[in-house]
C-alpha cells in the first residue's frame, strides 16, 4: 500500500522569501509519480508540480521546485519568492504507475505568507 | 466548459435522505474520478471511470455509494440512506487519459444534518 506523509500541519513564510513543505512517500512499487496540488480556500485542487520514480532531474515549474530524494523517499516542494496569493492548503500525492491516474494524497500543509 | 464543473457547490440533506451529486468533466477527457475530503484531511480516492465504465470502484466506503457515467461524460455520484458521516467536500477530476495531469473541479460540499 501506498502512504504519503506531510509532517508540518501548518507553516508560516514572509512574504517574498522561500519556503520548503515536507513530503515523504512510502511504496514498494519501483514507478510512480509523485505531484503537488494547491488548494485555496475556494476548495478546487490546483496542480503545481510533477515528478516521475525515473526522472533524472528534479522537476521545476516557474517558483515551483521538487526536491526529489529517492533514497528517503522524499519529495519536498520549494516555493521561491512568496507570494500573498500562495496561502493556501497544500497537498502531496503519489500515483502508482500503470493503475490509471488514482492518487493518494497526504493529509495536507497550510501555507500562511505574511506580509 | 473549460474546466470542471461540479453541481450542486453545497448540498444540506437530512439523514437517511438520498442525494445526487453530478460532474461535468472537460471535453473529450476519458478518465473521471471522484474524491471524497473530510475536513482537515486529504483527498480520498472513491472510484474512477474509464469511458462508461468503472475501472475501479476500491475506494467506494460501501454499498450506499454508487457512481455512474452513462454516455462517458456526466458522472452521477449517488449516496443512498445518507449518513452525518457521509458529511464532507466531494470532489471530481478528470483527464485526458488514464495518465495524464488532473484537473480537479471545485467540488461539492454535502452536509448531513
Known amino acids: 500500500a501506498q502512504k504519503i506523509t506531510q509532517t508540518q500541519p501548518g507553516m508560516f513564510v514572509q512574504e517574498k522569501e522561500a519556503v520548503t513543505l515536507d513530503c515523504t512517500y512510502d511504496t514498494s512499487d519501483p514507478s510512480y509519480g509523485l505531484f503537488w496540488y494547491k488548494q485555496p480556500s475556494s476548495g478546487e485542487m490546483i496542480f503545481l508540480i510533477y515528478?516521475?520514480?525515473?526522472?533524472?532531474q528534479n522537476a521545476t515549474e516557474g517558483r515551483y521546485s521538487l526536491n526529489f530524494q529517492k533514497a528517503r523517499k522524499s519529495a519536498n516542494l520549494v516555493i521561491s519568492a512568496s507570494q500573498l496569493g500562495d496561502s493556501a492548503m497544500y497537498f502531496c500525492?503519489?500515483?502508482?504507475?500503470?493503475?490509471?491516474?488514482?492518487?493518494?494524497f497526504g493529509g495536507g500543509t497550510r501555507l500562511m505568507v505574511k506580509p | 466548459g473549460a474546466g470542471v464543473s461540479q453541481t450542486p457547490s453545497n448540498k444540506v440533506t437530512e439523514k437517511g435522505k438520498y442525494v445526487e451529486l453530478r460532474c461535468d468533466p472537460i471535453?473529450?477527457?476519458?478518465?473521471l474520478y471522484w474524491y471524497r475530503q473530510s475536513l482537515g484531511q486529504g483527498p480520498e480516492f472513491l472510484i474512477y471511470?474509464?469511458?462508461?465504465?468503472?475501472?475501479?470502484d476500491s475506494g467506494l466506503p460501501n454499498d450506499r455509494f454508487f457512481a455512474v457515467r452513462p454516455e462517458g461524460s456526466v458522472s452521477t455520484l449517488k449516496i443512498q440512506r445518507t449518513e452525518r458521516g457521509d458529511s464532507a467536500m466531494y470532489l471530481c477530476?478528470?483527464?485526458?487519459?488514464?495518465?495524464?495531469?488532473?484537473?480537479f473541479g471545485s467540488g461539492t460540499q454535502l452536509s448531513v444534518l
Open positions: 477530476a478528470s483527464s485526458k487519459t488514464g495518465l495524464g495531469k488532473l484537473f
Open positions: 500525492a503519489m500515483r502508482k504507475d500503470n493503475a490509471g491516474n488514482m492518487l493518494t
Open positions: 471535453s473529450g477527457h476519458t478518465a
Open positions: 515528478q516521475g520514480s525515473y526522472d533524472q
Open positions: 471511470f474509464q469511458g462508461t465504465g468503472a475501472a475501479d
